[in-house]
């Protein structure tokens, strides 16, 4: 029955799929409940009847946003080893396709954890816009798999970041956007993404929302939660491990003299799982480095004293989103479009 249901829940055409409950009628489960969203549609509950095959809808979240006027597309880069990596693109759908269009890349790549679509405000307020916003599955994550997770994490590491950088390269050669109109962002394990993705690519990046971050992956392990997570990262006390993060930590690969993009640390004081203090000498570090001028390309952080890693008010989630945006809108050049 339950083959059945999912293959009648063929409701979009890329979205999630979440099985919430299974009710019982006569004694036998034959009916089953569903939520679907995808980056489009607000969450929405059906019901199953497998006795009569019928599917009706039970709640469906408001829609804030006129869907007909986006599209979404499942496209593919090819990273630096070959390996095809996959990410979702959401845009409007009169847009031009000349490169014209600010773009944000969001990745996270880690944990193995994977990047579902779901219906996101900030995601559709930046489209409303006219800006297009890309989410990459990057190695690390479990898009595809345990396999994919463990491509990308200990000494795979440098996968996820070659993944990302792909996949922007990927935007610019197929003339969605161009360098000086591209930002990126993640947050915690994204945060680390996007951090050596600065670092080591400064060039292909306009702009940087870098959220409590890890970042000196040398003394992680000492804060927080960090001893949680040598089995991701690798361990300072393993020799081997330590050369490995040192090859990436972004807090040791910050150099003298670079025009680093325009970056905006977001961290927040109650954060018991990333300690603050890795973006705050990051910040330090590329204010006194950056050769850019800060005009241009400032290197900002913005504090909350009293916000933990996860969840919060309404309010206290609307402002940060609206800096946010803000801050990329301003740096790629959609405020002025």
Request: proline share 4%; hydrophobic share 40%.
């Amino acid at each position: 029955m339950l083959r059945k249901a999912l293959s009648a829940i063929a409701l979009v055409a890329i979205g999630t799929l979440s099985m919430s409950g299974v009710a019982t009628a006569a004694d036998r489960n034959e009916q089953a409940m569903f939520t679907a969203t995808d980056y489009l549609t607000p969450t929405t509950l059906w019901l199953y009847d497998g006795a009569n095959g019928s599917l009706e809808k039970i709640k469906a979240s408001p829609a804030r946003f006129d869907s007909s006027r986006h599209v979404v597309e499942q496209l593919e880069a090819v990273s630096r080893d070959g390996t095809r990596i996959p990410y979702f693109l959401i845009r409007p759908r009169d847009m031009k396709m000349d490169g014209s269009t600010p773009t944000l890349l969001y990745g996270y790549g880690g944990f193995g954890i994977s990047m579902t679509p779901g219906y996101s405000g900030s995601v559709l307020a930046w489209v409303e816009a006219g800006g297009v916003y890309a989410v990459a599955c990057l190695r690390g994550g479990g898009e595809e798999g345990e396999r994919w997770h463990r491509d990308g994490m200990l000494a795979n590491k440098q996968r996820v970041f070659d993944d990302l950088h792909a996949a922007a390269e990927y935007l610019v050669e197929e003339r969605w956007t161009t360098s000086p109109q591209l930002g990126i962002s993640g947050g915690s394990n994204g945060g680390l993404l996007v951090g050596a993705a600065l670092t080591q690519r400064p060039d292909l990046y306009r702009s940087v929302v870098c959220s409590a971050p890890l970042l000196d992956m040398v003394r992680y392990e000492r804060q927080g939660l960090g001893h949680f997570w040598a089995g991701e990262y690798g361990t300072v006390d393993d020799p081997s491990e330590l050369k490995t993060l040192l090859t990436y930590s972004p807090y040791h690969r910050v150099r003298d003299g670079t025009a680093y993009p325009a970056t905006l640390f977001t961290v927040f004081g109650s954060d018991t799982r990333v300690d603050p203090l890795h973006a705050r000498k990051m910040c330090a570090a590329l204010q006194h480095a950056t050769s850019a001028d800060p005009g241009m390309s400032p290197v900002l952080i913005r504090v909350e004293s009293d916000v933990g890693h996860g969840a919060r008010s309404v309010s206290r989630s609307i402002a940060l989103a609206a800096d946010v945006l803000g801050f990329q809108a301003w740096a790629t050049g959609l405020a002025d479009s």
